[in-house]
């Protein structure tokens, strides 16, 4: 069986995402869901993975199910769960380990025939569970998805976003199953966690429903893309599906979009040639009227079969206003040195920022580029040396996680809160990325993540600041709004200090020199370094 859907209706805040569509998954199948943001994706998946009821219709799926939702941190579990509980229960390990505890403690106090039994019962169910090969199985796995195992001995409320998502991932991976969904897999893990999370997704066994933008590097791997076609807010989505890898599908998506398109000019024009020589012939002889007639038919014929022309992927417009003006020298960064506990993250790293320049932090995982990016944005001091602003510097900085959502606020709050520009150009700001109409007025919290990503990234550039600093700002973007950002940056006047492992973005964004990190050499950036960009 793995995953059957029989005529979903699927809605969200009053709109349909999708009326009467039916999914096959099975073993073996590899299948990628693509859309732009916004297009309900993340909803239909919640139902797919039952984490949501569908309005109509049936999901049969396998027991085995591993789900990972976009933002786990919605998710039911307590936030004062112990994190390693919490992997274990995946294979319901944290019940029959607590059993064994208890039933050893039991039999030391009294080795009655009864407790030698009730232990011996527990421990073979423990060991059947694959409890005492458990442990290494779960460090496994963490190394892999680059989570450190302290991290185990803390709660899940005490985890960062991209750190709970992680821990989700191991809890699914430890849980064994036959069939995976993954909402955006590989979010928030770098290179080398990217690569494994990657190659487990190849190799995998069972089958799998991927929502990704990294979907482009599976692309052999995947044997199927359903592409959910809603351009338009208020419109129902179709679901269309394409056999075979996920190049083939970008060909044949092409080449659908391109002969739809055709198809359906062709029409409207013959119907509207039908219409106009009926109307030539209108309230004439009898006769006459009897070909208007027949002409009418014929239009409305084709009017019942025609077809939409695909809707125009829509580009976002940025125009991004000017920064305030700003000293030559933005930044000024001289022997600056962190270590967490006994690590050295970087040492005696020096470098400056001229008014305007872009500037590219790359490096391999865990050389610190997002702790110097913090220390520039004064989120963390560094334990040497010292980061000194121009007195004009209005830094703004970009963090992949979505801290700064509010619930119960509509987009237009945030705006309002977040900048000093009215509602007028906010809604104009919003706009410019996509979020328009209705939306607005939205709460916040219900936006889906790449639309999250659109509103903070709007917060940012209404923000008046001349110093941009950007943790990863593409993630969860579709491709279209990642290239219009990439470019819009790369026209604006102001300073940036950026982190990206997207190489179609950095190669928009053209930035001037690259900081290598931990050895904080700094060169002239160009594009053979986009090679080092995939593996940052
Ligand atoms: N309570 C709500 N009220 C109004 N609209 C909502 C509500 N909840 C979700 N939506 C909207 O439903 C749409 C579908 O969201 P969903 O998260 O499924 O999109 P997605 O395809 O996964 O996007 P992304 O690529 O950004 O992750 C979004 O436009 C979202 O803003
Ligand atoms: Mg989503």
Redesign the pocket.
């Known amino acids: 069986m793995t995953l059957i859907a029989r005529d979903l209706v699927v809605e969200?805040?009053?709109?349909t995402?999708v009326s009467g569509v039916s999914v096959d998954v099975r073993p073996g199948d590899k299948v990628g869901l693509v859309?732009?943001?916004?297009?309900?994706?993340?909803?239909?998946?919640k139902v797919l993975g039952g984490a949501s009821a569908p309005r109509g219709g049936t999901v049969r799926r396998s027991e085995a199910t591993g789900y990972l939702s976009?933002d786990p941190r919605a998710d039911p579990a307590a936030p004062d769960t112990n994190c390693l509980s919490h992997v274990l229960s995946g294979r319901g390990l944290d019940v029959a380990s607590t059993r064994l505890e208890k039933l050893t403690r039991a039999l030391e106090e009294d080795p009655s025939e009864a407790n030698i039994l009730a232990f011996t019962d527990a421990q073979e169910a423990f060991e059947r569970l694959g409890g005492y090969a458990a442990e290494g199985e779960v460090h496994r796995l963490l190394a892999g998805l680059a989570l450190s195992p302290d991290r185990l001995e803390l709660t899940i409320g005490a985890l960062s976003g991209g750190e709970r998502r992680r821990l989700e991932l191991v809890r699914i991976l430890f849980a064994g199953s036959e069939l995976l969904l993954l909402?955006?897999p590989t979010n928030h893990l770098d290179a080398d966690a990217r690569d494994w999370m990657l190659q487990y997704m190849r190799t995998y066994r069972g089958a799998l429903l991927v929502?990704s933008h990294d979907l482009g590097l599976l692309d052999d791997a995947i044997t199927r893309v359903l592409h959910?076609d809603r351009e338009q807010?208020e419109a129902t989505g179709e679901l269309i599906e394409y056999r075979g890898s996920y190049s083939q599908y970008i060909k044949a998506r092409e080449e659908d979009e391109i002969r739809l398109g055709a198809l359906a000019s062709r029409q409207t024009k013959e119907i509207a040639r039908l219409t106009a020589q009926a109307d030539t012939m209108r309230g004439q002889t009898a006769k006459r009227a009897r070909v208007a007639k027949n002409l009418d038919a014929r239009a409305k014929r084709i009017e019942a079969t025609k077809v939409d022309a695909p809707t125009k992927r829509r580009k976002l417009d940025l125009r991004l206003p000017d920064p305030p003006p700003v000293g030559r020298t933005v930044l000024e960064a001289s022997g600056v040195h962190k270590s967490y506990g006994s690590l050295d993250v970087f040492e005696d790293v020096s470098f400056d920022l001229g008014r305007g320049e872009r500037l590219l932090i790359i490096g391999l995982n865990g050389a610190g580029k997002t702790t110097l990016l913090k220390i520039i944005a004064e989120r963390v001091s560094p334990d040497l040396g010292k980061v000194l602003l121009d007195a004009r510097a209005r830094p703004g900085y970009y963090a992949q996680e979505h801290e700064g959502i509010t619930a119960g606020r509509s987009l237009l709050e945030h705006m309002c809160e977040n900048t000093s520009i009215g509602e007028q150009q906010s809604r104009g700001v919003l706009g410019m990325f996509g979020l328009s109409g209705n939306?607005v007025v939205?709460?916040a919290a219900?936006?889906?993540?790449?639309?999250k990503t659109k509103l903070a990234l709007a917060q940012l550039v209404a923000g008046g600041h001349n110093l941009l600093l950007l943790d990863e700002p593409t993630n969860?973007l579709?491709p279209a709004s990642r290239t219009a950002i990439g470019e819009a940056l790369s026209g604006w006047p102001g300073t940036m200090v950026v982190v990206s492992h997207d190489v179609e973005f950095v190669r928009c964004l053209q930035p001037d020199r690259a900081l290598t990190m931990p050895e904080g050499t700094l060169d002239h950036f160009d594009e053979e370094m986009l090679e080092l960009v995939e593996l940052a």
Do not use: H, V, W, Y
Request: hydrophobic fraction near 25%; avoid cysteine.
């Open positions: 969200i805040g009053g709109k995402i859309g732009r943001n916004g297009a309900g994706k993340t909803t239909l998946f976009q909402d955006e929502i959910l807010e939306k939205q709460d219900t936006l889906s993540g790449g639309e969860n579709d």
